[in-house]
């Protein structure tokens, strides 16, 4: 017997199984073909970007002229698939193109789906169906992860670039973060123009600020940006490139013209300012206090005018005239003869008395109030300055009333002579100016 | 000839019809996945009733299936792990669970589906000659002998599917805390 080696056993049994399965092959290719069943789709894939899922198909049958041909789309969550009842769920019933959306299924980010598809033909008579693919689906191991949603890049002060990323979006508008928590992103950025010289200098970063250091100051840059999730080596695609450029320090000749511009501008400023005010100033004192003087007679005649002009000050209140007591006497006709002012003499006299009294009483309550014990010789120089004052005030009294009685004389005297003159108006013929 | 080439094509075929499940590069359980399973069992219905208290009872929980040895070599426990879900998918397969359990039941059935399809790999790691497997094996299997005979007993009411549960948290739990080989 001739002993067969391992490999010979082992190659013996690789033709039997490859046989089996090639009959296997053709018996399926001619079952098809003889039963006359609709063409299934083929290349049944799915097209999935972060919770976006589409089901994508081609259909090579022949299209004859009254046929219709539509498709249908269904899931099922694999671990029902061994349950004898089975509650698919359609997606897409009866529609003519060779592509159906899963998103609005929702379906659970972490499961493990089956979708299904099949062609149906429709014809006057009949509808006939092809045999269903399936295509099992999980997306957090076969979801494609997408880029970013929004890449902002800040210049921020002396080399110094902030780069703040948007994390993807589900279809909800919600962060893919919550589906797949360990999302990361690889920036790369370049100096402009320098992409195809040397390779990018690359950051990984789970957070989404970003600040990249130590750059050349005043020159652009530019940055894209890829999530990443390790792992089932997920990858999105790049965004598109943003550049930039980026601060530094501020040149010293800047600062220098800087400052040159703004101390000559407060030195022009400031230099208006006080020609201005001088300007003003002066025309101010010219208003207030002027430099021309009215002429001499025209002040003199301010001055000298009588009371009917209304006046702040005049010159009368000046000097004071303090009268102790004032008795109005009778009007007395004068007569100009001496006897009657003699008559006329214990008038002043009953008023200088009073006066006196009055003075006296002034002086005397002034002693009182100084106490009882004043000498005798003061005294009597008291009483001979008392007799002295009263003699002068007796003088000024009686000139006074000498004036007063002389106008009040003249003015009767007026009288009388305007009644004389009226009276002879009266006869004779009057020219009346009017 | 003719058949050489049909051959390689056969066996071209034959292993891009494999691939359906799509590779990963590490073998292994997922702690964040048996960190959703365990949230997500724990979502479907609200706090234990305070009626089923009676019903509860304790079930020495098998902690040797899991025990971990102090040589790196972690893949009996792991083993134990993938066999726990197994179990727990055979175990939820029928139907019965309570009606008032909300949608997150689905979600948990379908994630622990998940795991079990994608971590087949798990069992044909080696481990060490020295592991008894059989052992842990059989210690998991009969603790959830004791559970589904806890359905059995009581009928899959709700009261029975409610202790089911809370078994199935703290085994969930145990593993999450005791593990070292999740990735």
Known sequence: MKSHSPLVSYMLRMKAVILLEYVVFLLLSWSYSVLGAVEPPAHVTVEALNTHYVLVWDWSGERAGNQNVTFTAEWLAKYKLRRRHQDWESVCVNVSETRCDFTKAELNYLGMFVLRVRANVHTHTQTLHSAWVDRTFCPDSEAALGPPSLVEMSAQGRGLLEVKISDPVTHNNKSMKVHVPELYYRIQYWKLGTYSQRPPQVVDSVASLVTLSELEEWTDFCVRVQSRYNFYNKTSAFTSPQCIRTQGQTPYWHVALLFLLSLSGVFIAVMLFAGGFRYFFGKLKSICFPSNQLPIHIQEYLKDTSSDRPRLLSPESESELVIGRLDVCPEVVVVPATEETEEAWPEPEGVHLDRHGSGDSGVYSAEEASGGGVASQEEEELRRGEREWEKEERKRGEREWEKEERKRGEREWEKEERKRGETEEDEGVRDVCV | ?183
């Open chain 2, 1 to 183: 000839m003719a058949l050489q080439s049909c051959s390689w094509l056969t066996i071209i075929l034959c292993f891009a019809h494999i691939n359906a499940v799509p590779i990963k590069p590490t073998c292994g359980l997922q702690r964040r996945l048996v960190d959703q399973s365990y949230s997500l069992l724990d979502s479907v219905g609200g706090r234990f009733p305070v009626e089923c208290l009676d019903h509860y009872r304790q079930i020495t929980f098998p902690s040797s299936a899991f025990n971990t040895s102090e040589a790196a070599d972690n893949a009996g426990a792991e083993k134990m792990a993938y066999e726990t879900l197994k179990l727990i998918d055979t175990l939820f397969a029928n139907d019965s669970m309570p009606t008032s359990w909300n949608n997150n039941l689905e979600n948990f059935q379908s994630l622990i589906y998940r795991q079990i399809e994608e971590s087949r790999c798990i069992m044909s790691k080696t481990h060490s000659s020295l592991d008894d497997f059989q052992d842990r094996n059989t210690a998991l299997k009969t603790f959830f002998d004791k559970i589904a005979n806890i359905l059995t007993e009581k009928e899959s009411s709700i009261c029975a599917w409610e202790v089911v549960r809370q078994q199935i948290l703290s085994t969930l739990r145990f593993i999450l805390q005791s593990s070292n080989y999740l990735l």
